[in-house]
Each structure stands twice: as C-alpha cells, then as structure tokens.
C-alpha cells in the first residue's frame, strides 16, 4: 500500500540563497506544488539478487520501497524517484518512461529513475549490459511478474503524486560524512583490486534538497545525494535489503517525520567503510544510522532559507563515446550505440540536467561513475551548487578515469563498455552544457492557474 507523506515543514537553504534565485525567479500565482510517494516493493517471493554471484533471496531484513517526488512550478512538472534496487537497464527505463508519458504527461527528459545501488534487491527487467559483462550470472529467466509489480507501483506512485500536489517551498545545502572509501586497493605492482584504499579519491559530500509545505512547519520530502555502494552486505547475505542507503533512509524518516529519497553519487570507485559482510551484524549495518543518517539530519538543520519561487529548467545531451574493442551489445540497447564514419563503434551516453533556480544544478547519467570526474565537473561548474545523480535512467557499466585503465581491476577489465578516453569526452559535454545552454537558457515565466 502506498503512503502519501503531505506532513510538510519550513526547511532552509543558504542564508542568502535568496539572492541568488531572485535573478531568476516567476511571478506565478501559483509558486511551487509539491508531493511525496512512497510505496513498497518488496516481494512476497523468493526472488534472483543482483550483486555478487547469482543467488535467491530467503527472507526480508528490511523492506525496500520506490521513493518519488514531484516537482511542478507551473510550467514543468519533473519527476525524481528513488528505488531500492542494485540496477536496470535503459531499456526497462525506456518503457517505463514510455509509459508514464502516455498516462501521464511526463516527458522522459523530466522523468529521473535512480536506484540506490543495493546488493541485496531482486532483478527487474531483461538484465541489459551485465549479461555481456557477467553472462554466468544471468543463466535463469528475469522475473516477469516481479518487474511488472515494479513498473505498476512506479506508474501507480507517480499518478498519485501528481494528484497530491500542495503549495511548497524548497531549499539546498551541503554535508560531510565519513562513510566512504575509496576501493581501488593498489598494490606493489600498480594493479588495482577490489579493497579499500584509505589515500584513494573520494567524495564525501552529501547534497542535500529539502522540500516544505508553503505554510506549515512540517515537512514534505528530504532528497540527499551521497556516493556509496550498497554493499555492507556480502555475497553470503541472502536476505532482501536496501543495504547502507536504505537504512539510512529509514532513519532519517523517523527522524524527520517525511519520506528521504536516498540517491547514489559517483560511486563507482567507492564502498561503505565496513564492506561486504556476511551478515549485518558483523558488516555494522545500523552504525551507518550514525555515520551518514545522522550527518544527513546535521545538514538539514543548517538549510537556513527556502523560497516557493522557484523555476525547474531541464535539458539533455548526448556524449558520442568508442566502445571497448570486440564488446557485444544487446540488441535491447540498439538506441545507445552507434557507428563513426570510420566505421568504429560509439555509445550513445544520455545525459540529463535539471536547474533550480539560480544556484542549483543537477546532472544524471545511467552510468557507474569514477567519484573523481563528477568532483572535477563540480568543482568548474558555473554553479554554486552542482549533484551528481547516479545509476539513473539504466546503467552503461563503469566508466573509470583514464588513470584507472592503466592499474586495471574489476571496474576497467569486466564491467566497462568504455574506452580509457570516455571520461574526458563526458567532462568536456557535461561542462559545456552547464556553462552554455543550462546557464545562459531564459526561464520562461510559468503561467498562473
């Protein structure tokens, strides 16, 4: 059963964050709306895990949920939804997407499906990308019936977020937790392998979006954005989980009274302090309640203003890139791959953007990202405030820093599709769009009701 969260509350932003949105803000009667869903997923089924070597799950630790938010300022309705799921290709993506346009209205461009990245959630959908990677690990037929649950409560949740919008407010910040590592453990040859490496790059910032009710003091929704992959839990764990990311959330919400969508950074190079252990005592799953939950609800508190004039301005590229030599592509993902007039392979990247007024910037890429180009886009982007959303809208694998293909490892070997240039290729789009189109495009006024 879904539950709909209108509790809503004044959360900040920076002190003078209205000085920055002003210079773009509508003078629409009508200001932000704003709704909140959270509905459960979990199955009632012995289901396949995605994560580690394949395994079906038996029994439930915790409950797993899509999270969705929508945001409507008058002129554009954006959808964010956030589910406790390890993957799904951009095919599945492509027809829910489909979908939701055609009951819905939403255009795909500003449709974002994230998932958190736990290891400890069913498949859904045809496998994609991971059966050319990994093709021992997908022997069995996907679960039919458990993805069309899946596709249903999302299209469900959406439509009942549409018809729950109220009056709000919103406002942005930053954390800092210490719940990550790098993983890249270099050893005396220069090879890399799955480990931990305390001096390696990392991301250990948490950005944060809170959403109030225009009028009241109690809250709508809290979206924190923090790079951390979902495995505390091993390979021996078999029971259903949303891992670190969905505890986190579930503390956070008992906390604050409203629904958290927990969405995963640049995560593709970084794991949970305590990782992949057998059970969740001995991987200390609930100190990460502490170790991010508590640092998510510290970084709520200093949001200090929130403004309900607020415009929404999304767009979209796509990054031409070569794919790996002699890699197989499934015929499902024929619209993300291409050929050069050479005749060389290409992946077609699409990359989706979203500005909140003035200061805000938020780029998504279906991808598994090395933290160290995200932290290079952010740290030269024109805005004050630019998230990276990862594992949205499907997954294209890994795409590591160039630096990476040289030490090798897991993440360049098997599971990227990308060649040692991608990054650059991605910087370079990704920059380009935010200090042009998404910086300079006039906001259209909304029209009032």
């Not at 170790?291 to 510290?298: A, P, R, V």
Request: charged share 20%; net charge negative.
């Amino acid at each position: 059963m879904s539950l709909s969260f209108l509790r809503l509350s004044v959360l900040p932003l920076a002190t003078f964050l209205f000085c920055y949105l002003l210079p773009y803000v509508h003078t629409s009667a009508q200001g932000l709306r704003a709704a909140v869903i959270k509905t459960d997923i979990t199955p009632e089924n012995s289901q396949w895990l995605v994560g580690y070597g394949p395994r079906k799950s038996t029994g439930i630790h915790d409950r797993i949920y899509h999270r969705v938010l929508v945001l409507d300022d008058g002129s554009t309705t954006f959808c964010l939804i956030s589910s406790d799921i390890c993957l799904v290709s951009p095919a599945e993506y492509d027809r829910v997407a489909a979908r939701v346009q055609q009951e819905l209205g939403i255009e795909p461009q500003n449709l974002w499906w994230t998932v958190t990245h736990t290891h400890s959630a069913p498949e859904v959908g045809p496998p994609g990308l991971p059966e050319v990677f990994m093709s021992e690990r997908y022997e069995h037929e996907w679960d039919h019936d458990y993805t069309a649950l899946v596709e249903d409560k999302l299209v469900s949740a959406v439509k009942e977020a549409l018809a729950s919008l109220v009056p709000a407010k919103l406002g942005i910040g930053w954390g800092h937790s210490n719940a990550n590592i790098n993983r890249r453990a270099i050893g005396p040859d220069g090879k890399a392998s799955l480990g931990l490496n305390p001096d390696g790059p990392v991301d250990r910032r948490i950005g944060l979006i809170r959403v109030d009710h225009r009028d009241t003091d109690f809250p709508l929704a809290l979206v924190a954005n923090y790079a951390i992959h979902g495995t505390v839990l091993g390979q021996p764990h078999t029971e259903i989980s949303g891992d670190a990311p969905g505890i986190v959330a579930a503390y956070v919400e008992e906390k604050i009274g409203a629904p958290m969508l927990f969405i995963n950074g640049a995560a593709g190079n970084i794991a949970p302090i305590y990782s992949t252990y057998a059970n969740p005592r001995a991987g200390h799953l609930s100190q990460f309640q502490v170790l991010l939950g508590d640092k998510i609800l510290d970084a709520n508190q200093q949001i200090v203003g929130t403004s309900s004039e607020v415009s929404l301005t999304s767009g979209s590229v796509t990054v031409l890139t070569p794919r790996k030599e002699s890699l197989g592509w499934p015929e499902d993902l024929a619209a993300y791959s291409s050929k050069a007039t050479d005749g060389t392979p290409m992946i077609r990247l699409p990359i989706r953007f979203l500005r909140v007024g003035g200061q805000l910037a938020i780029w998504s890429a279906p991808l598994e990202l090395f933290c160290e180009i995200s932290n290079e886009i952010r740290d030269q982007s024109p805005f004050d405030y630019t998230y990276y959303y990862g594992y949205a809208n499907g997954w294209l694998g890994y795409l590591p820093t160039a630096a990476a293909y040289a030490e090798g490892g897991y993440e360049t070997d098997v599971v990227s599709a990308f060649t040692p240039r991608a990054g650059q290729d991605l910087i370079q789009a990704v920059l380009g769009y935010l200090h042009g189109e998404l910086r300079n495009r006039k906001q259209t006024p909304p029209s009032a009701d």
